[in-house]
């Protein structure tokens, strides 16, 4: 029987926010043994059931025996592919509409389980389950709720009205779009990535994916209420190129619209970051993955100027995202235009 006085609701939060805090959930590059688990993941619906918790204690029981004696681990998520529980959960989601799946079409059925899955990727209950291990990669942290509070204090500086036209450069499969899905939004993607739109695509059927370069801002026979860019600039190869991609994106704003360019590398913190990274991977990895190839550090006015010469409004403010080391480098910025 359950101790009166132990509530493990407050002692399970206070111990998960030391460890969180001291980041022992997330696994380092060391001389230590590996051990890592796949969660297999939950079918399309997201709805789980005991056999979800049975196999996920196991896994966790595991993970941590394995931390304990001494194992680098990591328990990372996956995702599922539709099947026949699927097919049942949303021919009955559509019978509830008065559609007939035969009416409408083998294609328009499929689009309608992927639209299903698309929201069942952001609200899915797995998260809670795996929590206790963190939600970790060697790539850094991914915390689903920080994630979507940190796009929320950003978008907050703006006003954007339901049915708004929006467009992201850089979008990669939709990571940063899926805030704003299902929210009655009109949302369009470009990414000169093919696979990762293809997945974008799959998880996230109503936004408007294309694949391509600068140049594809002007395929869209529309103007957009936003366009924005999240921690793209620091891949481009001069400023000429931010440059035109700025001028291009302008060119497709509507009056009173905003262009957020966002995560930009501060130049006047550029040595103190590297220093940091050398410092954090050591010089020999520091010269073999930046030595050749490194990001592109972007001083405040460079977009100051930038906004003189359009005629636009500027808000520059730092970041604030305090499980993204990179955090404290970084910079975002808000152009608005013919603003009242």
Not at 65 to 94: C, S
Not at 145 to 161: A, G, H, L, P, V
Not at 171 to 176: D, Q, R, T, W
Request: positive net charge; aromatic residues 16%.
């Amino acid at each position: 029987m359950q101790n009166p006085n132990y509530n493990h609701l407050n002692i399970e939060k206070q111990i998960y926010d030391y460890w969180e805090k001291n980041k022992f959930f997330k696994p380092s590059k060391s001389k230590k043994k590996y051990f890592s688990i796949v969660i297999p993941p939950p079918n399309v619906t997201g709805s789980l059931h005991m056999g979800h918790a049975l196999n996920n204690s196991l896994q966790d029981l595991l993970v941590r025996f394995y931390r304990m004696n001494g194992y680098e681990t990591l328990w990372q998520p996956g995702t599922d592919h539709a099947g026949i529980a699927t097919q049942a959960v949303v021919e009955k989601k559509l019978l509830e509409k008065g559609i007939n799946k035969n009416k409408i079409g083998r294609d328009n059925f499929v689009k309608e389980v992927w639209e299903k899955k698309g929201h069942n990727l952001k609200n899915s209950k797995i998260e809670k389950i795996i929590e206790a291990d963190g939600f970790s990669s060697a790539l850094g942290t991914f915390n689903k709720q920080n994630w979507f509070r940190y796009i929320k204090t950003i978008f907050s500086e703006i006003k954007i009205k339901k049915n708004s036209e929006i467009l992201e450069y850089g979008c990669g499969a939709g990571a940063f779009l899926s805030f704003f899905y299902d929210k009655k939004y009109n949302l369009n993607g470009i990414d000169f990535s093919e696979s990762l739109i293809r997945k974008g695509k799959k998880y996230f059927p109503t936004i408007k994916f294309q694949c391509g370069e600068i140049s594809k801002i002007e395929s869209f026979d529309k103007k957009f209420d936003l366009i924005f860019s999240h921690s793209v600039f620091h891949y481009f190869n001069d400023y000429h190129y931010a440059k035109s991609l700025i001028k291009r994106m302008l060119s497709k704003l509507k009056d009173n619209g905003y262009i957020c360019i966002l995560d930009v590398p501060d130049k006047d913190k550029e040595q103190i970051f590297k220093k940091r990274l050398i410092n954090k991977i050591g010089i020999k990895e520091y010269k073999k993955k930046y030595g050749v190839y490194t990001h592109l550090f972007y001083k405040k006015s460079f977009f100051r100027t930038l906004a003189k010469k359009n005629n636009l409004k500027i808000k520059i403010f730092n970041q604030n995202f305090k499980s993204y080391e990179n955090s404290k480098y970084r910079y975002n910025i808000i152009f608005q235009k013919n603003f009242n």
